[in-house]
C-alpha cells in the first residue's frame, strides 16, 4: 500500500512589498519630521523678529530728543534773553552731564559764562539761572537754565543775544532714556541724529552752576 503523502510548501510573506512599504512609512516619518524641525525653526525666527520690533517700538515711544532753543521776549515792555532746553521727544530723558564752552574754554556757572562772553559787572547785572545737569526732562517740557533781562544791563543783554546763537557757543549734553540708552551732543548743532554712546562721563568742567561736586 503507497501512502501519498501531501507535501505543503513553507509560507512565505511578501518581503519585497513589506521592505517598501516600512521604506515608504520610514522615510515618510523623516520628511514630516524635516518638516516640522523647518516649521519650528521659522517660528523661532518669527518669534525672534517679532520681539525685535517689539523692543524698537517700546524704545521708540520711550526717546528722548534734546534740543537747545534760545531767543528774545519783550512782556510789559520789559525784554529778557532765555537760553533753554528743550524736549521735543516721546520719552523722558536723564540729563546726567551737560558741559558749556564758549570760545574753546568751558564754564562752571552762568556768572563765569556771562563774565567771558559779555563782560558782565558781577556787582550789578543779575541773571535767572537753573540747574541744567542732573535733572529729568520729561517729554514736552523744557529747562530754562539762563535767563537774562535788557534792564539788568544793556549791554550785556546785547552781547548775550549775539553770544546765545554764535558759533563760538557750544552745549554738550549727555542724556539717556529710561532704558539707560544714551546719547551725547553739541545740543546748539541742531543735529537730528546724536550720537549715542555707551554710558556718560562727566566732563572736567560740569556746566553745573557750582552745586554739584
Not at 171 to 189: A, G, M, P
Request: charged letters at 20%; one cysteine or more; proline letters at 5%.
Amino acid at each position: 500500500m503507497s501512502v501519498d503523502i501531501e507535501a505543503h510548501a513553507a509560507h512565505h510573506g511578501h518581503k519585497a512589498g513589506h521592505k517598501w512599504l516600512d521604506m515608504v512609512v520610514a522615510f515618510s516619518a523623516l520628511f514630516i519630521s524635516v518638516v516640522s524641525l523647518g516649521i519650528a525653526i521659522l517660528h523661532g525666527r518669527t518669534m525672534e523678529h517679532m520681539a525685535e520690533a517689539n523692543a524698537r517700538l517700546v524704545a521708540a515711544n520711550s526717546w528722548p530728543f534734546l534740543s537747545y532753543g534760545a531767543g528774545t521776549t519783550t512782556t510789559d515792555n520789559l525784554a529778557a534773553v532765555h537760553m533753554r532746553i528743550y524736549n521735543p521727544g516721546v520719552g523722558p530723558a536723564k540729563i546726567e552731564s551737560a558741559e558749556l564752552v564758549w570760545k574753546g574754554v568751558a564754564y562752571r556757572t552762568d556768572e563765569d559764562f556771562l563774565t567771558a562772553c559779555c563782560e558782565r559787572d558781577p556787582a550789578s547785572a543779575k541773571f535767572d539761572s537753573d540747574l541744567l545737569s542732573n535733572v529729568i526732562l520729561r517729554a514736552g517740557q523744557s529747562i530754562e537754565f539762563l535767563g537774562f533781562k535788557e534792564s539788568a544791563s544793556p549791554a550785556v543783554f546785547v552781547a548775550l543775544q549775539r553770544a546765545m546763537l554764535s558759533r563760538d557757543l557750544q552745549l554738550n549734553v549727555c542724556y539717556c532714556s529710561i532704558f539707560d540708552e544714551c546719547w551725547k551732543d553739541d545740543l546748539t548743532t541742531l543735529n537730528l541724529k546724536p550720537p549715542t554712546v555707551q554710558a556718560c562721563v562727566p566732563p572736567k568742567v560740569p556746566f553745573d552752576q557750582g552745586i554739584l561736586e
